[in-house]
């Protein structure tokens, strides 16, 4: 210590050093490098892509921030994306989505979460046995199909050791169109409503998905669980989605779409998630649910407002409707269904 006492001109007349920042501004980076590439997996914050034919490991840019990423986004990444060992490129933007998948993890729960995104067709895979149907999860589906724009497929599997009848009959009203399958059974009728679109599979655990991807994609080696004797419910067996391609899809593009050659056929990308046990869909307004059913959506514009189009509800256009027979009672029941799907869980 020197001694010296501080006084106050000395306070008066300290400079404090100053920080070296480098001065802000508002122009961004225009990534006109960047390439286009579609997520295909994802795994612990880092995204696996195809960009073109080549696959790459990316991470999200931090511009980014808390934008989530998921499995079927087009992005757009800078850096290496040759696909090398020990290369990563990173995520500048995602392309605008046409479509989304969203659930919540319960009716009450105001976050959702996007499962995958720019799927054109949701398809509902349901064991008829082994485990038993599960009307109310098949319902929830496809009131996500409805709410996100999809097209929905009812796929049942495992028609060997049942009918399928008994449950097609409830969703026949509802013109949703179906497939059956059967274990070692042929898949061309599968794979006609999969060609040339990106379709998501969802169900529980132990339905058959992985199975079903399997056939369909035989280099897939998805992993094959059992059902439990005890509870009647599938093991997890797929831990995240996977996007793959069918056989038959062009390779050096990212949609499926021809590049002019002779050899180009056009085949199509399925999406495998996770099995699930609830489908929360909190996110979904129950007055809207009726716009995915053009046919009643016009019997219902003298409604009161904030009307549901419940069963409980008066003056309603649909009852109206039914008591002059000009609605199908029947589709009209299923849509009831579907409505009572959204508010009531039995997960």
Known sequence: MSGHRYSDHDVEHYDRPRRRTRPRTKERPSYDDAVEGVVVTVDRGRFTLLVGATTVLAVKARP??????????????????????????????????????????????????VIVSNAEQLVVVTALADPDPQPRLIDRALVAAY???????????????????????TYRSLGVPWVVTQRGGDLAEVREHLVGRTSVLVGSSGVGKSTLVNALVPDAFREVGIVNAVTGRGRHTSTSAYMLALPGTVDGTVDGTADGTADDVVGGWIIDTPGIRSFGLAHVRPEDLIGAFPDLDEMTE???????????????????ALAAGRADPERVSSFRRLLAARSVSDY
């Open 64 to 113: 980014l921030g808390r934008k989530g990423v998921v499995v079927g986004d087009r992005v757009r990444v800078v850096g290496d994306s040759s696909g090398d060992d020990g290369t990563l490129a990173r995520i500048v933007e995602v392309v605008p989505r046409t479509t989304t998948l969203r659930r919540t993890a319960d009716d009450d729960d105001p976050v959702e979460r």
């Open 147 to 169: 709410d996100s724009g999809m097209k929905p497929l009812l796929c049942l599997t495992k028609a060997d050791l049942r009918d399928p009848e008994s449950l097609l009959s």
């Open 302 to 320: 003298d409604c009161p407002r904030g009307c549901t189009h419940g069963e409980d509800e008066p003056e309603c256009g649909l009852d109206e």
